[in-house]
Every structure is written in structure tokens, then in C-alpha cells.
């Protein structure tokens, strides 16, 4: 007897956001990409956390700033939930926009997209977003069909048990997606009297570095502040650097 190949699973997701043009623009975002299924929409964080119990999402497009419960309400919330979705926030260009998607970020969000302003604002969000998406989405299912590894800090940074030594060094790291996360868990671990200095690249908005740089030295025992043109890194001091989204 010859058993047909069961259909590649796909992940499903929820779009919530107060905007209906929002919602339509994310929706045509995810459309193009095949390893997802829309399941359904939310306008308010009340009514989605209604859906996360109703529909148990494995993805979640949350806006932050919305009435009812706004998203970072809504993290809170499922904050303590065993089994809850990745989320990628939508946030205003603003600082307020940038401290509020760092407490995403803090409460779990695995990345988070601006929303732009102008007559392709809606465009440029479908193009921001699908391939922060399809990338989330390659990873998830890939790890589903692999063992996974936990790697400990000291094969990720063998060099941080030698930092006694008086020879120049520097410790330079370059994240993208995920690396809010990944530096909060990773910088804590260092000392306030490490001998080198760091330089961190991190791609994204400008207005975004100061609340990540602000949101690092909480945790930190470390100088944490972003780069200014033509100083000189010290030891024990983390440079912020920036790489604009584009």
C-alpha cells in the first residue's frame, strides 16, 4: 500500500493590530510567503488574547500602541502562558516607540518592525516585513525537524576567561534579528572590569539604539552607550554601534 506524504505543516498566525489598513497591509505581507497560514485577526489586545486561547497561534504580529490592552499589556499577560506564540512587534519611528518595543523585546517579542509614514507607508511595511517573516519562519520549521544544541558561553566567547592579559584586544559582535534578546542574555554574564572594550553592531532604526543602549545597562554591570563620531573605546566600556534599516 502506498501512504500519501502528509502536507509540510504550517505555522499558523495572528495579525493584531487597531488598524484595518494595518491589518490588510500585514495580511498581503504574509500571503506571499508559503510556510504560513493566517488563522485570524484581532483589533484590540482584549480580543487578542481571546484568539491566542481560542486559536493557539504559533505566530503573532502584534502593534503596540492600541486601545483595550496594548501590546505590551498583552505580553504581560501571556508572559506566564507554557505554550505562546512568537510574536514580531509593529512600532512607531519614535522614542517613545523605541522604549516601549525594548520592553517587547524584553517580555519576549523575537523582533520588531517600524511602521514608515508617507504614501508607500503601507508598501514599505509589506517590504520590511515578509522577509523578517519567511527568515522566522524557515528557522522555526527547520528546528522542528532538527535535535537541538545547547551551546554553552564559553565555546560562543572563549576568549572572555583570558581578558587578564595586558595585550590590546577587542571584542566586536554583530547581530540583526533576535539580538536585543540575545545581548541581554549574553552581556549580564560579563564583568564591570573587563579589560577590553566591545563594540556591538546592531541593525536597526536610529531612534531604537539609545532605548537598547538605556535597556542593556539596566541588566549590565558594564558602560554601555552609543557610538559618538571620533571617540576612543575604553576598557570595559560597550560601544553601541548602528546600522541603519533602510
Not at 139 to 153: F, H, K, M, N, Y
Request: net charge neutral; charged share 25%.
Amino acid at each position: 500500500m502506498i501512504h500519501p506524504v502528509p502536507a509540510p505543516r504550517k505555522l499558523r498566525t495572528l495579525i493584531v493590530d487597531d488598524t484595518a489598513l494595518y491589518r490588510r497591509a500585514v495580511a498581503d505581507a504574509l500571503s506571499g510567503i508559503p510556510d504560513l497560514e493566517l488563522i485570524g485577526t484581532a483589533s484590540n489586545g482584549r480580543l487578542a488574547l481571546t484568539k491566542l486561547e481560542e486559536l493557539q497561534p504559533d505566530l503573532m504580529t502584534l502593534d503596540i500602541e492600541m486601545p483595550e490592552l496594548n501590546g505590551i499589556e498583552v505580553l504581560e499577560a501571556i508572559s506566564s502562558w507554557r505554550k505562546k506564540p512568537a510574536v514580531i512587534v509593529l512600532s512607531a519611528l519614535t522614542v517613545q516607540g523605541g522604549n516601549l518595543t525594548m520592553r517587547a523585546l524584553e517580555l519576549g517579542a523575537f523582533d520588531f518592525v517600524t511602521k514608515p509614514e508617507g504614501v508607500r507607508s503601507l508598501e514599505i511595511l509589506k517590504e520590511s516585513l515578509a522577509p523578517r517573516i519567511q527568515a522566522f519562519a524557515e528557522r522555526a520549521l527547520a528546528r522542528e525537524r532538527t535535535q537541538s544544541v545547547t551551546i554553552p558561553l564559553q565555546a560562543v566567547c572563549p576568549v572572555a576567561p583570558r581578558l587578564g592579559s595586558k595585550a590590546k584586544r577587542l571584542i566586536v559582535m554583530g547581530v540583526s534579528t533576535g539580538g536585543p534578546q540575545a545581548l541581554a542574555q549574553v552581556l549580564p554574564l560579563l564583568p564591570a572590569d573587563l579589560s577590553v572594550p566591545i563594540l556591538i553592531v546592531q541593525h536597526m532604526p536610529p531612534l531604537f539604539t539609545r532605548a537598547l543602549a538605556e535597556s542593556l545597562q539596566r541588566k549590565c554591570a558594564l558602560k554601555i552607550k552609543e557610538a559618538e563620531d571620533g571617540e576612543s573605546v575604553r576598557p570595559a566600556w560597550l560601544i553601541l554601534l548602528l546600522v541603519e534599516d533602510r
